[in-house]
């Protein structure tokens, strides 16, 4: 799935069990780090633009590095070292790695039925198991969308209801106004229901 669907998975999913803006980063951070792996993509295409031979970093990496128990446990350690409340940032971020390894295994298959991408579970240390789907749906596919704004209505009404949002990981400021923003039409909204 997109980052984008992997951030708010992280958020949804998470945001309420956690007690501070500080520990919510974390946790959505550590939801999108499995995608590290895939930073061979940069190479790969900075070789092909300037002519030189070509390399395919992003195929051999993708999902073997980021995408598994060695990935998942570095990553909750990370996370506990950082967090405010260490055992708690430590299992929602156990949590939401794995969840983006469901998404993943869930939707991320390219143009054709045979275009799967599986994931590593063992990576990098055994190859030799590869967990995939053939049900597996298109990275760019309707279920996705749906998913992807299923997630940010949700964000958005507890946004409204509980007064934050992760803008404010950018801007208290900005999320204030956000969140203002957000109120005014759910009032409005609950005015023309009644």
Known sequence: MSPI?????????????LRNQHDRLIVCLAGLAPDLDGIGIIVDFMNRLVGWAET??????????????????????????????????????????HLHFLCDLLGSRGSTPDDLWGLYYLGPWNTTYEISWRGQWQL???????????????????????????????SQRADLVFVDVLQRWRRAAMRRIR
Not at 5 to 17: A, D, K, N
Not at 75 to 85: D, K, N, R, S, Y
Not at 148 to 156: F, G, K, P, R
């Open 5 to 17: 669907t992997h951030f708010l998975v992280g958020w949804v999913g998470f945001e309420s069990s």
């Open 140 to 170: 760019v596919g309707w279920q996705n969308m749906l998913i992807s704004a299923v997630l940010m209505a949700l964000l958005l009404e507890r946004a409204s209801r509980k007064g934050y949002s992760p803008v404010a990981f950018i």
């Open 56 to 97: 395919d970093f992003y195929q051999a990496w993708h999902r073997l590095y980021g995408h598994g128990i060695t990935a998942a446990l570095g990553l909750t350690c990370l996370a506990a070292v950082l967090g405010h409340e260490r055992w708690r940032v430590a299992l929602c971020t156990f949590l939401n790695v």
